[in-house]
């Protein structure tokens, strides 16, 4: 199952030099266990003996998350030029937190809790490609407007586009000029309250399906379409793994 997927990864697991404690005797059965957790959402405790010890494939996704792998992995995808990246699509989606998911260290603003119409949520702002596969994601407190989450997915080591596509809610001066100012052409529908009225290219906005749809294939790993982890870092650990394993289905079809 994870044969094909393990051969591209293993350049980068392989370069993670482990500060402490014993190394994994096999990381194909580590990365096995971490996808099992990420596709069923169940908790480390209930991890299958088949993949070793929880608390060792804990440890090693923490280590590997905190250590940057998965956003290493995922740069080097963007920038592999294997998938054209001139048209692009930004959104955001609000995700329920499970109440076991609070108690953090430092509080819950800083590991990306909030409060919004969905209760105890955290937002997650998402970039993706012409061919609906993630970029860059991030996450802010439920409540955050897609204008910070804009600034946030937006990085400057990634492809520049030629086309932005995104709805109303990024509809502002700043981001339309800020885009304008790189020679992006912003695809965004005005807001009501608008009032110079600014023309948009409907057939190419169809297109914009595809960041809804890319989030439909995230939330079927349930450990993105609900959270349980108490840290944004392990949060965003499982999206960007589920976000690669997407982007290795597609290269390898």
């Not at 603003?109 to 119409?117: A, E, I, L, M, T």
């Not at 981001?175 to 529908?189: A, F, K, Q, S, Y």
Request: aromatic residues 10%.
């Amino acid at each position: 199952m994870v044969g094909r997927q393990f051969i591209p990864l293993g350049h980068f697991i392989f370069a993670v030099r482990t500060p402490n404690g014993r190394k994994p005797t096999n990381h194909r059965l580590v990365l096995d266990g971490i996808f099992w957790i990420a596709r069923t959402g169940a908790p480390w405790r209930d991890l299958p003996g088949e993949f070793g010890k929880w608390s060792s494939v804990y440890r090693q996704f923490r280590r590997w998350t905190l250590a940057g792998l998965w956003e290493d992995i995922m740069e080097a995808l963007n920038q592999s030029g294997s998938v054209p990246s001139a048209l692009q699509m930004i959104d955001s989606t609000v995700i329920r937190a499970h109440h076991q998911a609070a108690g953090a260290k430092r509080g819950t603003p800083r590991q990306g809790f909030g409060r919004s119409r969905g209760g105890f949520t955290t937002k997650i702002h998402l970039l993706v490609n012409a061919h609906g596969l993630p970029m860059r994601t991030e996450i802010t407190p439920g409540q955050t407007s897609d204008y910070l989450g804009f600034d946030l997915v937006m990085a400057d080591n990634l492809p520049r586009p030629s086309v932005l596509l995104a709805d109303r809610g990024y509809d502002a001066d700043k981001i339309r000029d800020g885009m304008e100012g790189r020679n992006v052409l912003p695809v965004i529908p005005m807001r009501k309250s608008r009032k110079k009225r600014i023309g948009v290219d409907r057939s190419l906005y169809r297109l914009r399906n595809l960041v809804e749809r890319c989030f439909n294939k995230l939330k079927n790993a349930r450990r993105v379409a609900t959270r349980y982890d108490k840290t944004a870092e392990s949060f965003l650990g499982f999206i960007d793994i589920t976000s690669i394993r997407l982007w290795i289905r597609h290269l390898s079809t």
